[in-house]
């Protein structure tokens, strides 16, 4: 079937639909990556923490001997980082970090795949409308799948407007909002692609 067989406007419909799933594709991803920076960085603190006290007790011992003047205070300091690592580790545990970790990767992996094949579609010129729709059906279904799980991890408001401004300034468009292209992730006082960080918020 020729493309011109069709009417033109459901395809014009179509693309549009897809530069709009590979903008907020682009988005989550970019939210997951800012958690899964986060999370990382937490892991490793926590890491440190339980590693950080038998070495620094095991070296004073292996260095100046059992009998070193500064070992008890060493010791109850050791003791006290030791018992806030114990802490943190069960607050990981209940937060499930590790869990959300993985999952933040995954999704953010997921979603930029997600963003390159809309995008791709958008650009390409299928040989048909038939064509057209079909990969654009197939590809509709394996975002809903994605949108579904993503939600189930509970994206905030600020980080809805983080990935819109993420979006934006990767597809080089307009907020619909602001009516401004963004060309930095600075947040601005717009309610659509802005107000994500915490100084902007609290101005709100």
């Not at 070296?59 to 205070?73: D, K, Q, S, Y």
Request: charged share 25%.
């Amino acid at each position: 079937m020729d493309r011109d067989a069709v009417p033109r406007g459901e395809d014009d419909v179509t693309i549009q639909d897809c530069w709009k799933r590979a903008r907020e594709a682009f988005g989550t991803s970019f939210v997951f990556e800012k958690r899964s920076q986060r999370l990382a960085t937490f892991l490793r603190v926590l890491g440190f923490m339980g590693l950080v006290v038998p070495v620094v007790i095991g070296g004073l011992v292996g260095g100046f001997g059992i009998g070193f003047g500064a070992l008890p205070v060493a010791v109850t300091i050791g003791a006290a980082i030791a018992v806030l690592q114990a802490v943190f580790s069960l607050w990981s545990l209940a937060a499930t970090w590790v869990e959300s970790y993985a999952y933040a990767i995954e999704s953010m992996v997921e979603n930029r795949n997600l963003y390159a094949k809309f995008k791709e579609l958008a650009e390409s010129s299928p040989n048909s409308a038939v064509e057209l729709q079909l990969r654009y059906e197939i590809l509709k279904a394996e975002d809903k799948a994605r949108r579904e799980q993503d939600l189930r991890r509970g994206i905030k408001p600020h980080e809805t407007r983080l990935g819109m401004r993420a979006g934006l300034r990767e597809l080089g468009q307009t907020c619909v909002a602001c009516g401004v292209q963004p060309y930095s992730m600075e947040s601005t006082a717009c309610s659509v692609c802005g107000s994500f960080d915490r100084k902007s918020r609290s101005k709100k």
